[in-house]
């Protein structure tokens, strides 16, 4: 079993920043993908961005794309999202989720029933 724990949400000002990190615990493993979901009030989960293990594949939702950045930091199973230029539709809960599976292709990245493991979320909301 893997835990997963997110922390560094909060009320930020729309144009502000925020970086949440995700620590993972439980039983050990080497190759993954870590990726961030986050889902608003009456909307689907959506995905955000993901990042392989070797840290040479990373993917990004268009809606984040040039805002957000995706990090990890393998010997403190550690992963996580650089949040500038936050805009009021950035408000969602986000949630971090572990694959222990390679990719196939990048885009499987992005699937959320490919993910086995998901953190309990932290809420983010952005103030226009």
């Known amino acids: 079993q893997v835990q997963l724990v997110e922390s560094g949400g909060g009320l930020v000002q729309a144009g502000g920043s925020l970086n949440l990190s995700c620590a993972a615990s439980?039983?050990?493993?080497?190759?993954?993908?870590m990726g961030w979901f986050r889902q608003a009030p009456g909307k689907e989960r959506e995905f955000v961005a993901a990042?392989?293990?070797?840290?040479?594949?990373?993917y990004y939702g268009d809606s984040v794309k040039g805002r957000f950045t995706i990090s990890r930091d393998n010997a403190k199973k550690m992963v996580y999202l650089q949040m500038n230029s936050l805009k009021a539709e950035d408000t969602a809960v986000y949630y971090c989720?572990?694959?222990?599976?390679?990719?196939?292709?990048?885009?499987?990245?992005?699937?959320?029933?490919?993910?086995?493991?998901w953190g309990q979320g932290t809420q983010v909301t952005v103030s226009s």
């Open positions: 439980g039983r050990t493993f080497s190759r993954y993908v």
């Open positions: 990042i392989k293990w070797s840290g040479d594949i990373i």
């Open positions: 989720a572990l694959d222990l599976h390679e990719p196939l292709i990048r885009a499987t990245m992005s699937v959320e029933g490919n993910y086995d493991y």
